[in-house]
C-alpha cells in the first residue's frame, strides 16, 4: 500500500480491498473517498432527506470496514456493494418510517426531487437490481428478502429456510457476486 501512495497515484479497489482486509486504514479511506459521493447522491435520491442520507453513507462505509474480510471482488469496483447496501438500508430506514403515523410533510418532499436524469439513473438501477434478483433461484431470492432486506441474521435466516448457518453465508456470498457483476455491468451501461 505504501508503495501506491509514494508513487502518487490511487489504488484499485481491488489492490485497496486487500489491504484494508489487512487492516490498512489509509486504503479504507482511499476507498472511501472513492466511492462516499456515489453512496451519498444514491442514499439522498432513496431518501429525500439529507441527515438520512448522511446516516445512511456513514453505516455503509461502518459496515463495509466491520465485514470487509468478507466483501468479495467482482469485477473492478466496490460501488456496487456500497449501492446494494445502501439500498438495503434505505428500504429498511423507509419502511420504519412508513410505519410511524407522523404527518409527512409533501413540501419537503418535493423541493428536494431529484432532476430528471437523477431519478431516471435511479429507476435504471433499481430495475437492474430487481432484474438480477429475479434472475436468481427461488431460494436465493428467499435468501436475498431475509438476509437483505429484512435483515435477519445467517442464523435466523437458516433456521427459516431449513438449512445450516454455513449454507446460508455461502449461498448469500454467491448471490452478492452475482448482483455485484450485474451492478457493475449496468453501470458500465452508462458510462
Not at 428536494?112 to 429507476?123: I, N
Request: contains cysteine; proline residues 3%.
Amino acid at each position: 500500500m505504501r508503495q501506491i501512495q509514494e508513487a502518487g497515484s490511487r489504488g484499485t479497489d481491488s489492490t485497496l480491498l486487500t489491504a484494508s482486509q489487512a487492516g490498512d486504514r489509509v486504503a479504507f479511506g482511499e476507498l472511501y473517498e472513492e466511492h462516499v459521493r456515489d453512496v451519498y447522491r444514491y442514499a439522498l435520491r432513496m431518501l429525500r432527506d439529507v441527515p438520512g442520507a448522511e446516516d445512511i453513507t456513514q453505516d455503509v462505509f461502518t459496515l463495509a470496514w466491520a465485514n470487509r474480510g468478507e466483501i468479495k471482488m467482482v469485477d473492478r469496483s466496490l460501488l456496487p456493494w456500497f449501492l446494494v447496501t445502501a439500498r438495503n438500508l434505505c428500504l429498511n430506514r423507509l419502511k420504519r418510517s412508513d410505519r410511524h403515523d407522523a404527518p409527512f410533510d409533501w413540501t419537503e418532499r418535493i423541493d428536494q426531487s431529484p432532476g430528471p436524469d437523477a431519478a431516471l439513473l435511479d429507476r435504471q438501477l433499481a430495475a437492474s437490481i430487481e432484474d438480477a434478483v429475479a434472475r436468481l433461484s427461488e431460494k436465493d431470492q428467499r435468501l436475498y428478502r431475509l438476509c437483505l432486506v429484512d435483515e435477519m441474521s445467517y442464523h435466523d435466516a437458516a433456521g427459516a429456510m431449513g438449512t445450516t448457518t454455513g449454507v446460508v453465508r455461502n449461498r448469500l456470498s454467491r448471490l452478492r457476486r452475482a448482483l455485484q457483476v450485474s451492478l457493475a455491468t449496468h453501470k458500465e451501461g452508462l458510462s
